[in-house]
T-cell receptor, first 116, second 110 residues
Framework: GAVVSQHPSRVICKSGTSVKIECRSL??????MFWYRQFPKQSLMLMAT?????????EQGVEKDKFLINHASLTLSTLTVTSAHPEDSSFYIC????????????FGDGTRLSIL | GENVEQHPSTLSVQEGDSAVIKCTYS??????FPWYKQELGKGPQLIID?????GEKKDQRIAVTLNKTAKHFSLHITETQPEDSAVYFC?????????FGAGTTVTVRA
């Protein structure tokens, strides 16, 4: 149980393109989903917290107009990187949690974004 | 905010030996501490977690200990196997959010 699916797994596109990444909880309803960014050989950095039906909460230093998050249902959240540039190249990972605090976050397998 | 420190950054062990990873955290309000294993090109996988109302938890070859007074927690892997080779992250939860340690790259030598 607790399967989180992330799509696509890899994206390579030109600078200026907008890219959408989907995160789905397949076997549970996620009250909250999180979006992380991970650079090579580094830890996970939280970008934003997403709750179904409400606006996402962004961490300090994360541009909300650059990284658009939509959480349309209890099983789907999307991250759109708008007008992507080479510095946006990274590994983006989502997680989903069922219930309130002290519950485990279950992660997707990430999306490798490469901007040329 | 929460600050989680993790040591060592790399760990090489002989197959069959034990591996220990230690983490400290700064926010005394943290009550939930998961450990994740991340393989190359994959997302983190939860391997064990502990809540502040217990001091130790074990699941087969994996155990976690928590000392809330000292604000540190540790992961113990016994009888290591080559498939245990991966990057391991500790984390502490505050206000529903996880703060991660820097990670430990574990290599199990056959």
């Amino acid at each position: 149980g607790a399967v989180v699916s992330q799509h696509p797994s890899r994206v390579i596109c030109k600078s200026g393109t907008s890219v959408k990444i989907e995160c789905r909880s397949l076997d549970f309803q996620a009250t909250t989903m999180f979006w992380y960014r991970q650079f090579p050989k580094q830890s996970l950095m939280l970008m934003a917290t997403s709750n179904e039906g409400s606006k996402a909460t962004y961490e300090q230093g994360v541009e909300k107009d650059k990284f658009l998050i939509n959480h349309a249902s209890l099983t789907l959240s999307t991250l759109t990187v708008t007008s992507a540039h080479p510095e946006d190249s990274s590994f983006y990972i989502c997680s989903a949690v069922k219930g309130a605090f002290d519950q485990p976050q279950h992660f997707g397998d990430g999306t490798r974004l490469s901007i040329l | 905010g929460e600050n989680v420190e993790q040591h060592p950054s790399t760990l090489s062990v002989q197959e069959g030996d034990s591996a220990v990873i230690k983490c400290t955290y700064s926010d005394s309000a943290s009550n939930y501490f998961p450990w994740y294993k991340q393989e190359l090109g994959k997302g983190p996988q939860l391997i064990i977690d502990i809540r502040s109302n217990v001091g130790e938890k074990k699941d087969q070859r994996i155990a976690v200990t928590l000392n809330k007074t000292a604000k540190h927690f540790s992961l113990h892997i016994t009888e290591t196997q080559p498939e245990d080779s991966a990057v391991y992250f500790c984390a502490a939860e505050t206000d529903y959010k996880l703060s991660f340690g820097a990670g430990t790259t574990v290599t199990v030598r056959a």
